[in-house]
């Protein structure tokens, strides 16, 4: 596993998910109560960027196209039209920055 530096811990406080484009995927990091989580942003659905700067029901992404919603700690479909998980990566915080793993 080969961690990619990407944000400072400061970029995304509490409650946030931002977007950022890792080794040419996209991918959602949010910091969430129990931790940080990594997902890729794409819906398995519709192929768009999945709505980042809102999170719903605590722990969820939405698709802007078709409204379907994605878990943030699963990476599970959780509404129609999608169906397919996405894809979820390792994130980690060391002094001060957030890193995300990708596969070597």
Excluded: W
Aim: aromatic fraction near 6%.
């Amino acid at each position: 596993m080969n961690f990619v530096p990407i944000a400072l811990s400061s970029d995304i406080p509490a409650g946030i998910c931002k977007s950022f484009t890792v080794g040419g995927t996209r991918i959602a990091v949010a910091r969430l109560k129990d931790g940080l989580y990594a997902v890729e942003n794409r819906c398995s659905h519709a192929n768009s960027a999945l709505i980042t700067s809102k999170i719903h029901h605590g722990c969820q992404l939405a698709c802007p196209v078709h409204g379907a919603r994605f878990d943030l700690r699963t990476g599970a479909a959780k509404s129609p039209p999608a169906f397919t998980s996405l894809e979820t990566f390792p994130v980690r915080e060391i002094e001060g920055r957030i890193e995300i793993g990708l596969k070597a």
